[in-house]
């Protein structure tokens, strides 16, 4: 299985895309497993020729002639999840910011939020436009292709109350700070903040807060590897917390994830092969 990652070349995709990727594997290739992660990130995928089974944290995306396109969304999972890829695949995943997709899709991000793996279809035009995109065999033009597609579906979107409040919960000053707190710093109540982070980022704010800080802690980490069993403490109450909360994120001990996450993209994306 090869995966390769894009930045956006476009100035308007940088500011709502985080990246792209091509995964592509052969029907040679024995089948590959990982676990992924809860993250920050809008995650929109196109699969050529697959049928995808999901059942409780497990996902399977199998080749499947009969089926031309698969396209699906994930936004909500706040637990670890085994990927599995059997047969040959071809694939692009787009990994929108957080609130990113809003700038792209006619309706609430919550309007498309069905289940855990939900098929995606938010344009009339738009599997039959990433069909043709799939097929482009020239990987840097078929990213062009997506670009200029997502492009084609802009339009303005802006709420200044979570674009705020997602500020204010990036800064590592603030990760320990309550739900109640960003309440009273922008003057809004927490039904209304609840109801604006379920509209357009399917994840409640705790939940938001919780990757944010486990991914600040993993960071940390990276920045500093001297510092085993520091650094990824820095941000949490104390050490049964940041365990606890590492077990619930990944599955695994703090000391068990970071020696067998494999890291891509400068650690954007994080998976446990298996």
């Not at 090869?2 to 990727?21: D, G, Q, V």
């Not at 999901?54 to 085994?82: A, D, G, R, W, Y």
């Not at 409040?165 to 109540?189: A, C, V, Y």
């Not at 970071?258 to 298996?274: D, P, V």
């Amino acid at each position: 299985m090869t995966i390769k990652i894009y930045r956006p070349e476009s100035l308007l995709l940088k500011k709502y895309i985080e990246c792209f990727y091509i995964l592509e594997k052969t029907d040679e290739e024995k089948a590959t497993a990982y676990f992924t992660f809860p993250s920050i990130y809008t995650i929109v995928t196109i699969s050529e020729q697959t049928e995808t089974m999901v059942s409780p944290n497990k996902v399977i995306t199998k080749h499947c002639p009969s089926n031309s396109i698969e396209t699906n969304l994930v936004c909500n999972f706040n637990e670890p999840v085994l990927v599995s890829y059997e047969g040959k695949i071809n694939e692009i995943t787009t990994y929108f910011k957080p609130l990113g997709i809003n700038a792209f899709i006619p309706n609430d991000l919550s309007y498309y939020n069905s289940g855990t793996f939900p098929d995606f279809n938010p344009h009339l035009d738009y599997k039959n436009a990433m069909r043709s995109i799939l097929s482009i065999d020239d990987q840097d033009e078929r990213i062009k292709a997506l670009e200029h597609y997502w492009i084609s579906k802009f339009w303005p979107f802006e709420n200044v109350l979570l674009e705020n409040i997602i500020t204010e919960m990036q800064d590592k000053s603030n990760l320990n700070q309550s739900i109640s707190e960003f309440s009273l710093k922008t003057g809004r109540s927490r039904t209304t903040i609840n109801k604006q982070f379920d509209q357009h980022i399917c994840k409640t704010p705790s939940q938001f807060k919780k990757i944010i800080r486990f991914r600040a802690a993993i960071q940390s980490h990276l920045e500093d590897r001297n510092k085993i069993g520091l650094s990824y403490n820095l941000d949490y109450f104390d050490q049964s917390h940041m365990i606890r909360d590492f077990k619930k994120l990944t599955g695994f001990t703090p000391k068990i994830f970071f020696s067998k996450t494999a890291n891509l993209e400068r650690s954007q994306i994080k998976w446990i092969f298996i």
